[in-house]
């Protein structure tokens, strides 16, 4: 059973937003470096954007920078994407992923993460 769970997925048009919210069923999420991962259809998942529980520093992949932007709202206790001028290019299922022990400086791995959920659906499509 996911620990995580992704809401805010669906279909939009190129030029188009989201926005991707991320909760935490059986802990507090604002203490754990939060993540957002992406799989393409016949590509490998890829790290998107980390926010750090510590300071909040955040981390975007080239492919997104201006476009989105990775939040916390430590009272919802929730980790949002928003994603702007979407691209056909980002479709994919989006995960969220956290630790607790991670800072976002930089690439983001898997590995490093504990917990996941089962994704959440975003097709940009005219």
Known sequence: QSQLVESGGGLVQPGGSLRLSCVASRFTLNYYATAWFRQAPGKEREGVSCISSSDGSTYYTDSVKGRFTIARDNAKDTVYLQMNSLK?????????????????????FEEEFDYWGQGTQVTVSS
């Open 88 to 108: 056909l290019e980002d479709t994919a299922v989006y995960y969220c992923a956290a630790d607790r022990e991670l800072y976002c400086s930089g690439n983001m």
